[in-house]
């Protein structure tokens, strides 16, 4: 391998696996055989001022090539040779290649993927290396170069970038990794695709999709301490490009720390991009305003506001004293905005996850996990920022005479609420798309974003979720066991592995899920998402979403999607209080469409206004489906009524809206629906 020497403590963090085995002295290995014309070359690499010799060592920083190098000498036909190198003399080397090669690429590899028709070859950017701090190189077979033969001689160009990641800060560096915040498929690691049509200027162009490109990059380093006074450096080896949405992840015994870029990064191929030195002392608040002051939660507000400001919440079930239990670090999942929150950060002595708000008053909802150490899941919060939302009071028969029905303003994840009867009357399309909110399946506490718009009409394939009409969201990419877009599922889950795979929305299929046809729409059974049907015998803990006591609810279900001091409507106070509501249809342009922004009534005892968006429904399948038409709301599921969980407004031939209470199709609780959240305690009220 080329070794790279300085005096500097440098740490290497790669993309690049080679794999296969070299030996020191190999010069056998060339497969030779009595058809085969073997010729003489030599190999220089590319070096310059401005490449990787910026860094200063006892060589110039050069890159050199060592005894047992093998690069693949790559024929016409695609065909690939392992060639070791014969001699070696710094940044020249000597290696005995068939006469017929053409390209040669470094470093050799078994797992590569033969395009020689389109004159390139494939090759596997991995995503997860070990480093054990045992070694002081920087470009350990991760440093891929590509050459043509030319007048005998190969001039090896460098294909990558280098990012220089400085640490600060006390304690010692466990596991560090890049992950990039983008929808799009321009990958940090993966199977890429390198042109030699490119030369002299070669590129590594990832393969689409999520199972061949990843946007990340992961080492482990062996607890390598960091100084206070001076910083040791991370380098990272990417494909050259901008990268827009960068966020620096760092374990430490103490704790993690999600640091994101505050400015777009654009990395050029044989050069090293620094990043000025993070003090990871810096990122851990000394104080932070506790989100769960009143109650614990799955989904906690932030005040839209002006200032920055840092926010805290403990990494425990709504349920437990405990703190959650292998938690190594916490990271976002998804943001509908970017940068609304910024440098997550996790605790570990006090199992504590805290945030920064940005400010700006900015809005939107952010998706927090907290991770093992093998990456998965544990557990996931909604973060919601937004103007706080108003307690709407209604008198009605669904409570009791000398107590109000209270209910929030909007839907969750909702950042806009029309607050008169004329202000709904005259809301936009861009206000009524933020009063939709975010879509949840029956009984887990883990939201989807919502559509693009009210007024989007594209179909989305069932093949292609979370595309053409989902909110311009952010999505994390590179959590092992997690997929790497939206998904829908279409095998048997359990209720446990969708709380620990919240980038899943599980479907039901009713003849080939479970390997057997499990009924129809006719058999009067309802099914889950992620289980054949309702448990038996029903009880209320059993509905997943369940309150103790339809009037004061002292216990919030683990699984409650609703911040503190609010829960999920029980059926029965949801049916009584909301059935006869709303009155006004909020049409949009032409009434005879029938389509509507929302619905709205004005509560005449306290002269609050409610407004219920048209939000529609995901279907079974994860798709959009009615937006624009009729209003969808989840209740907790009453065990007295086998369909009914559920409350609709739908409008016919431009009339006024038609209630329906719950559904009755086997596939509806693995719906999408919004949630309105009423207060827990309505004596205050």
């Given amino acids: 391998m080329k070794k790279f020497y300085y005096n500097l403590c440098l740490i290497l963090v790669a993309a690049v696996l080679a794999v296969g085995c070299t030996e020191d002295f190999a010069t056998d290995k060339n497969p030779i055989n009595g058809s085969t014309e073997f010729i003489e070359v030599v190999a220089d690499i590319e070096c310059d001022a401005e490449t990787r010799t910026t860094l200063l060592d006892n060589n110039g920083g050069k890159v050199m090539w060592s005894e047992g190098d093998a690069i693949g000498a790559i024929a016409a036909d695609g065909t690939v040779t392992e060639c070791v190198a014969t001699s070696v003399n710094g940044t020249s080397a000597t290696f005995s290649v068939p006469a017929t090669t053409v390209n040669a690429i470094y470093p050799y590899t078994t797992d590569y993927v033969d395009d020689h028709a389109k004159n390139r070859i494939g090759h596997r950017f991995v995503s997860n290396i070990a480093f054990d701090g045992s070694a002081k190189v920087f470009g350990d077979k991760q440093d891929v170069m590509v050459a043509a033969l030319e007048d005998g001689a190969f001039a090896f160009k460098h294909v990558c970038g280098y990012i220089e990641v400085k640490l600060k800060g006390t304690g010692t560096v466990k596991h560090i990794a890049l992950r990039d915040n983008t929808r799009k498929w321009d990958a940090l690691s993966g199977l890429a695709y390198i042109s030699f049509d490119a030369l002299p200027n070669p590129t590594a162009a990832f393969s689409t999709g999520h199972k061949a490109a990843f946007n990340w990059l992961y080492a482990t380093c062996n607890n390598i301490e960091l100084s206070k006074s001076e910083a040791t450096s991370f380098y990272f080896v990417v494909p050259p490009r901008s990268y827009e949405n960068l966020s620096i992840c760092v374990q430490t015994e103490n704790g993690s720390y999600a640091i994101s870029s505050k400015n777009a990064i654009t990395v050029n191929r044989a050069k090293i991009r620094p990043i000025a030195a993070i003090d990871l002392d810096e990122y851990k608040p000394a104080t932070a305003t506790d989100l769960s002051a009143n109650g614990l939660a799955n989904c906690y507000i932030v005040p839209q506001g002006s200032e920055a400001k840092y926010y805290s919440f403990p990494a425990q079930k709504i349920n437990t004293e405990d703190k959650l239990a292998n938690v190594a670090y916490a990271h976002v999942l998804w943001s509908d905005r970017a940068k609304v929150i910024t440098n997550v950060n996790y605790d570990a002595a006090t199992g504590t996850v805290s945030f920064k708000y940005d400010g700006g008053n900015k809005e939107g909802n952010v998706m927090v996990s907290v991770f093992d150490a093998n990456h998965n899941s544990i557990w996931t919060w909604h973060i919601w920022c937004t103007d706080q939302p108003e307690a709407i009071k209604i008198k009605n028969n669904g409570a009791p005479t000398d107590k109000y029905h209270v209910i929030m303003d909007r839907n969750i994840g909702a950042t806009y609420a029309p607050k008169s009867l004329e202000e709904a009357a005259g809301i936009s399309a861009e206000n009524a798309t933020k009063t939709l909110g975010l879509y949840y399946q029956y009984g887990r506490p883990i939201p989807f974003p919502g559509p693009t718009s009210i007024t989007n009409t594209t179909a989305e394939a069932t093949n292609a979720l979370f595309g053409a009409n989902t909110s311009d969201f952010e999505l994390m990419y590179g959590f092992k066991d997690l997929l790497q877009c939206f998904q829908y599922s279409t095998y048997q889950n359990t209720f446990a592995s969708m709380l620990t795979n919240p980038l899943i929305f599980c479907t039901v299929n009713f003849t080939t899920a479970y390997g057997t046809a499990v009924g129809s729409s006719t058999d009067g059974k309802a099914y889950h998402a992620f289980c054949k049907d309702l448990p038996k015998p029903c009880t209320q803990a059993d509905q997943l979403w369940f309150s103790e006591n339809a009037d004061v609810v002292s216990k919030k279900g683990n699984t409650d999607p609703c911040p503190p001091g609010y829960c999920i409507d029980d059926f029965e106070t949801f049916k009584a209080a909301l059935y006869n509501i709303p009155e006004n249809r909020i049409s949009q342009g032409d009434d005879t469409s029938n389509k509507t922004y929302g619905y709205s009534y004005q509560c005449p005892t ?50 006024e809206a038609t209630k329906v209470m719950g559904t009755s199709g086997i596939n509806t609780l693995a719906w999408g629906f919004n949630i309105r959240c009423r207060a827990i305690d309505r004596t205050k009220f």
Avoid: H, M, Q
């Avoid at 409610?610 to 009453?638: C, D, H, M, Q």
């Fill in 606 to 655: 306290t002269k609050d206004v409610v407004w219920f968006p048209a939000n529609g429904f995901r279907t079974e399948k994860g798709v959009y489906s009615s937006v624009g038409y009729i209003a969808n709301l989840w209740s907790a599921r009453n065990c007295t009524y086998t369909n009914l969980y559920g409350i609709r407004w739908y409008t016919g031939n431009g009339a």
